[in-house]
Every structure is written in C-alpha cells, then in structure tokens.
C-alpha cells in the first residue's frame, strides 16, 4: 500500500453505506444551526426510519442539554450496531474523489482522505504540516472530546484547504476517477444540493497525489525549510479534539506497554478530512463582520483610524461604501447613526494582510475595560440594518483575499475569531464516509 507520510496523510479504510439513499443517511456538520432547534428535528423526520448519520453524531444545538451523557451513550451503541449488522459495505483502502452541488449552483471538489495528527498543530506561530486558520478557544474541546473518545467510529465534517492555484491535487484526481462509475451519488436532504464521489485507489492515480503533494510541499517550504501544506478552513475545534484525544490515548497505550509499531499504526492518530483547493471556483470566502454596541462612536473611529495607521472619508450612501470596500482589500466601511443621521465612513488603509488579521487586535484593544460589547454577522445586509441602531457602530470588512490567506497564517499565526465563512450555512460539508476509530 503507498505511502503518503511525509505529507502527514494516510489513505484509510473507508466505510460507506450500503443503501446509498444519502438523502437519508447524510446530515450537515453537527456545527451548523446551533441555535435552530426546528431545523434539527426536520433532520430527524427526513432521516427516520433508515440508517442515518445523524444516529452517529451530537448536534451540537444539544451539547448543553442535561441527556447529553445518554445521547452520547447511544450515539457509540449506535456505532456499533451500524458496523456489526450489516450497514456498511467491506472497508476499502482509497480515498475518495467528491463533487458537491450546492443549493446556490456552485459546485465545490474535495478530496477525502486521513491526516496524521502528529503533522497538526492548532497552536498560534506552529511550523507543521497542518495548521490552524483562526484563534483555537480551548474551552470548546473538552466537552467534544467526551464525543470523541471511545467512539467506535468517525465521520468526517472537517475541511482542509491546499494552495493549489494550477489544480494538480484535488481537481486533477477527478479527471481520472470520473472515468469510473461513482461509490455514491444523490441528492441531500433539506434541499442542500447534489452530491457525488469516485474511489482514487488505482496505483497511477497514487502516483500523481504524490507528486502533487511534494511540489505543493515544496512551494509551501519557508527559509527554515518548514512547509505549510494545508491550512484548516472547517472544523478547527473538531480537528483540535481530534489531536486532544489522541495526545492523551498515546500516553495509555504507552503506560500499556504497547510497542511503537502498535502506537504508530494506532487508526485514533488519524483523522478522515476533506481536503479543498482555496482557489476552487465553488468555494466561496466570505467575509465576517463586526458591529460594536454601546461605544462612544467617535472614540472609535479615531482610534482604530490612529492604529491602522488610515485615513477616513465620508461617503454619500451604502451602496457607494460596499462597492469601495468590496473593490479594495485593505478598506473598512462604518456604518452608525449620528444626530439622527445615517452616516457611511470609509476607512481606507495600507494594510497587506488580510483586513480582519489587523483589524480584531486594534478593536480587541479599544474594548479592552470598556463595557461595550462586539458581535459577529454575515451578510453586509445585516451590516447597514445594525448600522442604523442608535447605540451600534457595524463595521463592513473587505472579501478575503485567497492570494495571501497562507502566507497571513504563515506570518502572523492563526487569524482571529469569526474571520470568514466557507460559503453559507447549507453548503457546510455533510456526513458521508466513516471510519473505524476505536475498536475493542
């Protein structure tokens, strides 16, 4: 079988379904509509009555619920009973090649595989193979860990992105292995898309991953000859546990006495993933942007003028700020009411990086010991309609740039929180592929 361990990546066992109804089986990553109860129970009256991936997965609209120990309990019986009664077809070596239709038409490629967590790293100015995109909060994994551990089984919803502007991993696989009949191909529940995949497993096919990933590991080397491979763009805190679990699992198998072959070959040291090109024509980046509550608005704007060393200029309606601000990447838009007035300020800067990487520490700053409060919306919508509350200041940030998301990470360490989103809530990766984690 090759070898891909120079580039932190493993070609798995993967577990698909037999019955390939994926409108039943597959349900959105556990992260989304966290806040959306009636959402969650709509999965739960699409998928009844057939196996489903939401049997194998805590949403994580529950992970407060007071039955989150026995939901948990049933979640690996479930497990289990879905590997021993016959759910699955036989593991097959490979990885697996997806087309995914979103519900907006784009159409986004993936290539699914298993990370060695000994190449990740989730901790701020790492020079491994894997790393963080935006601030890990360390709070958030021990109550996934409970999810993790044990678990007979894992599923995937983390998304990796590769810099890979000539396409010669993950578009360059589907051009042979759509030659084949696909694994699985269907529609996805809640009006969420299409979704296909092919088996990459063939030894020419091997061969030309591999060559892909050293050159791609090649021009993400720095002058210290540490190469940033692949930058993670969903799941950060699922992947963080993932590794959490792992570091901790090491050390009992070590206290067992088990002999490094066994530790190394450990399945719990991988993670399945999906790896995704930032320079996919389906992949949208969106920025995430701020509205500040209860500031004095003046302060405000002199202060983060000062610090991002800009210069500020009225403008003369909301669609004349978007267009500005849309049209540069180091441009900020403010948006507030002033003696009953909407005002648009635009804030033009010589910031190099991504915008929010300069922007958050500045604004982190300014609230430092006040009593104002921030918060995050999508969509410049909400940007313009928050702007028009009278104790709100929404600041409109700039698209993020895909030709210097990398080298920001690389330079300055994971970007802050809520940075950008991939695309909207629905397009998020769904549970297909499985595969064995724990086993007794």
């Known amino acids: 079988m090759k070898k891909f361990d120079e ?33 969650w129970k709509k999965v739960e009256e699409s998928s009844s009555g057939s196996p489903s ?23 690996r019986s479930n497990m289990k009973n879905y590997i021993e009664n016959g759910v699955f077809d036989a593991p097959e070596n490979e990885f697996i090649y997806v087309e995914r239709k979103t519900e907006y038409g ?23 193979l894997i790393r963080a995109t935006e601030a890990t909060i360390v709070d958030r994994i021990p109550p996934r860990k409970e999810i993790r551990k044990h678990a007979p089984l894992e599923l995937p919803h983390i998304m990796l992105l590769v810099n890979d502007p000539d396409k010669t991993l993950v578009e360059a696989c589907g051009e042979e292995s759509k030659k084949n009949s696909p694994v699985y191909d269907g529609d996805l529940m809640m009006n969420s898309g299409h979704i296909s995949g092919w088996a990459v497993k063939s ?19 720095d002058g210290e000859g540490n190469s940033f491979l692949f930058a993670v763009g969903d799941g950060n805190h699922s992947l963080a546990t993932a590794k959490a679990v792992w570091d901790e699992y090491r050390e009992e198998l070590k206290a067992s006495g088990a002999d490094e072959s066994k530790i190394a070959s450990s399945p719990v040291r991988y993670a399945l993933v999906e ?9 949208t980046f969106e920025p995430i942007h701020r509205v500040i509550f209860d500031a004095n608005k003046k302060d405000l704007l002199s202060f983060v003028e000062k610090n991002l060393d800009g210069k500020l200029s009225e403008v003369d309606s909301a669609d ?37 990487s300069r922007l958050q520490p500045v604004l982190d700053e300014f609230l430092r010991g006040s009593s104002s409060e921030i918060d995050y919306i999508h969509g410049s919508e909400e940007v313009f309609r928050l702007g028009k509350k009278d104790n709100a200041v929404s600041i409109l940030l700039p698209p993020i740039a895909k030709d210097s998301f990398f080298d920001t990470i690389s330079g300055r360490g994971p970007l802050p929180r809520k940075s950008f989103s991939m695309g909207e ?10 595969r064995k984690l724990f086993q007794d």
């Open 425 to 434: 809530a629905s397009e998020k990766r769904f549970y297909l592929e499985c």
């Open 7 to 39: 580039y932190g990546i493993l070609l798995p066992e993967i577990l698909l379904p037999k019955n390939k109804d994926l409108s039943r089986w597959s349900v959105i990553a556990c992260d989304q509509y966290t806040q959306d109860f009636d959402y």
């Open 203 to 221: 030894d020419s096919q091997l061969d030309k991953i591999s060559c892909a990933l050293e050159n791609l590991k090649k021009s993400g080397m």
């Open 320 to 356: 004349v700020l978007e267009k500005k601000v849309h049209d540069s990447r180091n441009s900020f838009g403010f948006v507030f009411v002033e003696n009953s007035k909407e005002k648009f300020v635009l804030l033009e800067t010589n910031v190099s990086e991504l915008a929010v």
């Open 275 to 283: 790896i995704v090109n930032i320079y996919d024509s389906g992949l």
């Open 106 to 128: 784009r159409i986004r490629h993936g290539l699914v595989c298993a990370i060695d967590l000994d190449s990740y790293e989730w901790k701020p100015f790492s020079k491994s």
């Open 53 to 75: 991936t939401l049997n194998l997965i805590l949403p994580e609209v529950y992970l407060s619920s007071p039955d989150r120990k026995s939901m948990i309990e049933k979640i």
